[in-house]
Every structure is written in C-alpha cells, then in structure tokens.
C-alpha cells in the first residue's frame, strides 16, 4: 500500500501563491518508480485533473487552465512531490488531492483510473 499525505493549503488573495506538498510513504512505494499528480475538486464539482509528473521521464504534465501558474515538481529523495501554485484566482478554489500512479504517463491526458492511491486532500481557498 501507498499512503499520501498532503499539505500546505490555506487561504490567500487573489493573484496570491501557495505551495502544497505530497509526502508518500508505504513499502511498496519507491519513488522513482511512481508518477505522481494533482486533482482538485471545488463543490459541487467533478474531481479534475491539475498537473502529473511522469516516474520514467520526469516530464510534467499540466490542465489547460493552470498551464504557467502551476509547477509541479519532487524530490525523489524525500519522497516528496510539490506544487507550486502562483497567480492564484478564485477559481483555483478546491480540495486539492495528490495520486500516486504505478504506470509511465505521455500526455496529460489523465484521468482519476489513472491512478491508484490518493491522499485526503488539502483545501485552497483563494479569495477575490
């Protein structure tokens, strides 16, 4: 089993930044063998998918909407995975899930079947 814990969510300004963070853990997690992304779901919404970095390549993937204002980002060594959130607009306003995938990923096509295991969450709320 994975588990995910996630952290850093918080309430800030429009046009504003936060950062979360994606610790992982378990014994059948090794970092370098896992792609790792970013969900949000905002009330009364769909779980949508927000940004993944693949294990194989490194090579992130991004949503339309936060294309250069989101970065995501790990630290193999900590079992860590990042995001950068900045310009932040109210409509960034969501819980927040980190997922871990044991699969490679090409595209940001990606959907919550893509991945296997997921943290609980962490609210962002940005204000106008």
């Known amino acids: 089993q994975v588990q995910l814990v996630e952290s850093g969510g918080g309430l800030v300004q429009a046009g504003g930044s936060l950062r979360l963070s994606c610790a992982a853990s378990?014994?059948?997690?090794?970092?370098?063998?896992?792609?790792m992304g970013w969900f949000r779901q905002a009330p009364g919404k769909e779980r949508e998918f927000v940004a993944a970095?693949?294990?194989?390549?490194?090579?992130?993937y991004y949503a339309d909407s936060v294309k250069g204002r989101f970065t995501i980002s790990r630290d193999n060594a900590k079992n860590t995975v990042y995001l950068q959130m900045n310009s932040l607009k109210p409509e960034d306003t969501a819980v927040y899930f980190c997922?871990?995938?044991?699969?490679?990923?090409?595209?940001?096509?990606?959907?919550?079947?893509?991945?296997?295991?997921w943290g609980q969450g962490t609210q962002v709320t940005v204000s106008s």
């Open positions: 997922a871990a995938s044991p699969r490679a990923f090409g595209s940001s096509d990606l959907r919550e079947s893509d991945f296997a295991s």
């Open positions: 378990g014994r059948a997690f090794r970092s370098y063998t896992y792609s």
């Open positions: 970095i693949s294990w194989s390549s490194g090579s992130p």
